[in-house]
């Protein structure tokens, strides 16, 4: 046999009203809206006072009849009326109804928008601007819904207790069914002059300008989480989330990959041979590189320190330059000349081949042709 007064905590001695305050405090606690997971305690409360709230029940469980604990004592005693919760409570573990009449105000929903940034953002992090619409407590009522100086009244309906019931006959007797109040939208009260700015709502959809804090190391995807500057709740509840989903804009001359980024630097052909310093503009500034003679293309140089901070701890990534040895194209014939030298002196002209001349009349590449050609 199932000990209800326990489970409410009052001794077997208490009033109604005693009774009454315990369940309402006792379901408040382990209501699932406020202590999710905790179900079957807030089953076990409700079917508590389901006994002792009812001073019929009451009396035959005092007796040591338990209605749920004896199988034999059928549904609503010696043939009274059982509610709908009952069987809910029974079978599917619901208690219709015995959280009474909901508050006006409930939570607001989370919002979710998106921020562009540039990579400039991604790589130190600064602070960006954003523009959104939220629904945000209505200034002229502050929330209640009604209008400056009216309030709001007991529904007739339900006569307060935000929900109604009907009893059915069915195979099974007559079942109580209980539902939320349409009129008062389950609250139990009824606003007597809605606000004519949020129409009883209790909030407006409004377009603000908020200040969002972007950290180095943001990526395309990241979230931002600003608590309580999402959506207000009807009746002025508390406001939820809003998430921004940040979106790294693509830049015209670094790709990244992770923390690090990359670009590419052009370098004459004769500039990779000989060697040289390049300048590169990075996000820090010009930075000087450092080409070794004989550089080949494709060749990466890093610089350390100077990519992308990194979101969750110290330090940032580095630069990588890759080397991009451009051949020339197009050549007068002086250089040609040179060019042909070069090459006579490193062994790398080929031994057989015609070298036409630019000029049918000789000159320098005329002689190179003799030349080869054995005149």
């Given at each position: 046999m199932n000990d209800y007064y326990e489970t409410l905590g009052v001794s077997r001695d208490a009033s109604a009203e005693e009774i009454k305050k315990a369940y309402r405090r006792k379901a408040r606690q382990l209501h699932p809206d406020v202590a999710p997971g905790r179900e079957d305690e807030f089953k076990a409360v409700a079917q508590a006072y389901d006994v002792l709230g009812d001073a019929a029940k009451k009396a035959a469980y005092d007796r040591g009849?338990?209605?749920?604990?004896?199988?034999?004592?059928?549904?609503?005693?010696?043939?009274?009326?059982?509610?709908?919760?009952?069987?809910?409570?029974?079978?599917?573990?619901?208690?219709?109804?015995?959280?009474?009449?909901?508050?006006?105000?409930?939570?607001?929903?989370?919002?979710?928008?998106?921020?562009?940034?540039?990579?400039?953002?991604?790589?130190f992090g600064d602070t960006e601007d954003l523009t959104v619409e939220t629904a945000v407590l209505c200034s002229v009522c502050g929330g209640d819904g009604c209008s400056p100086g009216t309030g709001t009244r007991t529904c007739d309906l339900c006569h307060g207790q935000g929900h109604v019931q009907q009893v059915q006959r069915s195979f099974l007797g007559q079942v109580m069914t209980t539902r939320p109040c349409g009129t008062c939208q389950a609250t139990g009260e009824v606003i007597v002059e809605p606000c004519t700015?949020?129409?009883?709502?209790?909030?407006?959809?409004?377009?603000?300008?908020?200040?969002?804090?972007?950290?180095?190391?943001?990526?395309?995807?990241?979230?931002?989480?600003?608590?309580?500057?999402?959506?207000?709740?009807?009746?002025?509840?508390?406001?939820?989330?809003?998430?921004?989903?940040?979106?790294?804009?693509?830049?015209?001359?670094w790709t990244r990959e992770g923390d690090d980024l990359h670009c590419s630097v052009e370098l004459p052909m004769t500039a990779a041979a000989l060697g040289t310093r390049t300048p590169v503009e990075t996000f820090d500034g010009t930075e000087q590189v450092e080409v070794p003679a004989g550089t080949q293309h494709g060749a990466v140089f890093t610089l350390r320190g100077l990519g992308v901070g990194h979101l969750r701890r110290e330090g940032r990534?580095?630069?990588?330059?890759?080397?991009?040895?451009?051949?020339?194209?197009?050549?007068?014939?002086?250089?040609?000349?040179?060019?042909?030298?070069?090459?006579?002196?490193?062994?790398?002209?080929?031994?057989?081949?015609?070298?036409?001349?630019?000029?049918?009349?000789?000159?320098?590449?005329?002689?190179?042709?003799?030349?080869?050609?054995?005149?």
């Open positions: 009849q338990d209605p749920y604990g004896d199988p034999t004592a059928g549904f609503g005693g010696a043939g009274g009326a059982f509610t709908f919760s009952d069987i809910m409570d029974a079978f599917f573990g619901g208690q219709a109804g015995a959280a009474g009449p909901r508050s006006r105000q409930q939570p607001g929903q989370d919002a979710l928008v998106r921020l562009d940034v540039p990579l400039r953002t991604a790589v700015d949020c129409h009883g709502d209790g909030r407006v959809r409004e377009r603000r300008t908020l200040k969002v804090k972007v950290p180095a190391g943001v990526d395309t995807g990241t979230r931002i989480q600003l608590a309580g500057q999402g959506e207000v709740g009807p009746g002025g509840g508390p406001a939820g989330s809003l998430y921004v989903e940040v979106n790294v804009e693509p830049d015209a001359t990534g580095d630069v990588h330059v890759h080397a991009q040895v451009v051949t020339p194209t197009r050549l007068d014939s002086r250089q040609k000349e040179l060019l042909h030298e070069l090459a006579r002196l490193r062994g790398e002209e080929q031994a057989t081949g015609t070298i036409t001349s630019v000029s049918e009349q000789g000159g320098f590449f005329g002689r190179l042709r003799d030349a080869f050609s054995g005149r």
